[in-house]
C-alpha cells in the first residue's frame, strides 16, 4: 500500500500549494491578463438566458460587461447553475458572480458581496384551481425548487414539514417539471416565473406566496477587497448616472428602484 | 486563501448521505435483478443458434429495436425522455419510480448483449446433446445452456452493473434522494463542495468494491456454481 499512500499525500500536497498563492490578487489579475471571468445564468430569464443566437444574454450578462467595459477588459462569461455559483468564486474559475446572487447570512460566511445592482424577488406560484392563502395550504403538497437557490432555503423555513419539497438541479429542470405536472407548486425567482407563465397561458398558473424581496447582489471571492471596493464604485457610479436603471427598464420593464447597500 | 477541509461539516449531514446510500442501493438492488432478468428474455429473444427455439421475427425486431435504442442514447435523456417527458403522453410517474425504471431498462439492453455472447459461445453440441436426453427447450435454455454462459460473461456483466449503480447518480437529477442529490443538496447549503464530493467520492468507492464481491459470491453460490 506504500506507493499508493505516497501518490496520495503528493496529490494533497499539490492542491494545497495551488491554492495558498492566492491573496488579494484578483483585481491585479484581472487587470493584468485584460480578462475578467464572470459566473452567469443561462437558466433565469430575463437576468441570463439563451438567445436566439445561442449566445448569453440578459440583465445580467449586460452588468458583466458593463463592469467589464469599466475596468477596461475582455469579459469572458463562464455559465454556472444555482448550485454552482459559490463553488466557481471558491474555486476561482470566475472573478465575479453575477448571477441572480441574493445576499444572506450562510453566503456572506464563504464570499463577500458588492453593494445591490438589480431588484428580485422570489415566491411561489401554483395552478388557479389550487387554493394557497398560507404556507400551511403547502403542507401535504409537492413544490418544485431549484436546488441551492435562494427559494430552496426560504421555503425550507416557511413550508410545512409536511411539504413535499422536489429540489432539481436548476431552474430549466425545476420548469420542466411544473410544465410536465410533476409537481404542484413551484417556488421560482418572479421574471423566470412571469416568463414560465407567459410561455405555458395552458397551465393557468398564478403568484401565490411571497417567499423573499432579496435584491441581487454580485459575488467576489471572500478577502478580494480591491475587486470589490472597485466594482462597487463602477455600481455606484452607475445607479448616479443611470445606466442602472436603463438596465433594469430595458430588461424588467421597470426602473431598479430603491436598491440596498 | 488556503483550502481548509472540513469533513466534520459534510458528515454533520449523515442522514441525509444513510438515506443517499438506501436510495442508490434500492436503484441498484432493482436494476439488477429486474434488469438482468430483462437482459435474459432479450438475449433468449435476439440468440441465434438454436434452430427451431427461435422467438418470432417481430419480437426479434422489437428487442432489436429496444437494445439498439436504449445502447445508443445517454442515460440522462432516457431518464428525462421517462419523467419529463411521458407525463405529456399521460403516463405520470413519480421520480423514483421513473428512476426505477429508467435503471432497470437501461440495464436490460446492456445485459442482453452481454448475456448473448455467453450464449452464443456455447457449444451445440451440448445443445443437441440436451434434446437428445429428451429436454425440452425451456429445460435445455435455463438448465445447459443459461448457467455456463452466465458463468463466461459474469465479469462483463458485474462490470455493467458497478457502471449503472455509479450511473444512479444522474438520478438526483430529477430530485430522486440518492447519493449524489445528498452531497449536492449538502454542499449548497454549506458551501463544502469539495469536501462533500470527496466523501460521496469513497463511499461510492467502498460500494462498488462490496457490490463487485458480492456480486461474485452470489453468483458462484446460486447461478452457476464454482469450479
Known sequence: MKPTKRLFSIAIAALLASAAVQAQTALDDVLKSKTLKVAIPTDSAPYGYVGTDLKPIGLDIDMANYIGKKLGVAVELVPVTSANRIPALQTRKADLVISTLGKNAEREKVIDFTIAYSPFFQAVFGPKTLPAKSFADLAGKSVGVTRGAMEDQELGKVAPPS??????????????????????????????????MAKNP????EYKLLLKDSPNFIGVAKGEDKLRTRVNEIIAEAKKNGDIDTMAKKWLGRPAGDLPL | MRVQLDFMAVLADWPLLLKG??????????????????????????????????????????????????????FIVQLFFIFFGLPAAGFKLSAETASFIAMVVNLGAYAAEIIRAGIEATPRGQIEAAISLALNRVQTFVRVVL?????????????????????????????????????????????????????????????????????????????????
Not at chain 1, 438541479?169 to 420542466?176: G, H, K, L, R
Not at chain 2, 458551501?191 to 457490490?211: D, K, N, Q
Open chain 1, 202 to 205: 395552458q397551465l393557468d398558473s
Open chain 2, 21 to 74: 446510500v438506501a436510495w442508490t442501493l434500492a436503484l441498484t438492488a432493482v436494476a439488477v435483478i429486474v434488469g438482468t432478468l430483462l437482459g435474459i428474455a432479450c438475449a433468449w429473444v435476439r440468440g441465434r443458434g438454436f434452430g427451431d427455439t427461435l422467438a418470432p421475427r417481430w419480437l426479434q425486431a422489437l428487442v432489436g429495436v429496444y437494445v439498439e435504442l436504449i445502447r445508443n442514447t445517454p
Open chain 1, 163 to 196: 411539504t413535499d419539497t422536489k429540489r432539481f438541479e436548476d431552474n430549466n429542470a425545476t420548469i420542466a417539471a411544473f410544465v410536465s405536472g410533476q409537481v404542484q407548486f413551484v417556488a421560482l425567482g418572479a421574471s423566470v416565473a412571469g416568463n414560465m
Open chain 2, 147 to 227: 448457467p455456463p454462459a452466465l458463468k463466461k460473461v459474469w465479469p462483463g456483466m458485474v462490470s455493467q452493473i458497478i457502471i449503472v449503480m455509479l450511473g444512479s447518480s444522474v438520478c438526483g437529477q430529477i430530485s430522486t434522494q440518492e447519493l449524489s442529490y445528498a452531497a449536492d443538496l449538502i454542499q449548497s447549503r454549506n458551501f463544502r463542495s469539495f469536501e462533500a464530493f470527496i466523501v460521496i467520492g469513497v463511499i461510492y468507492l467502498l460500494l462498488s468494491v462490496a457490490l463487485r464481491h458480492g456480486l461474485n459470491w452470489v453468483a458462484a453460490r446460486f447461478l452457476f456454481g464454482r469450479g
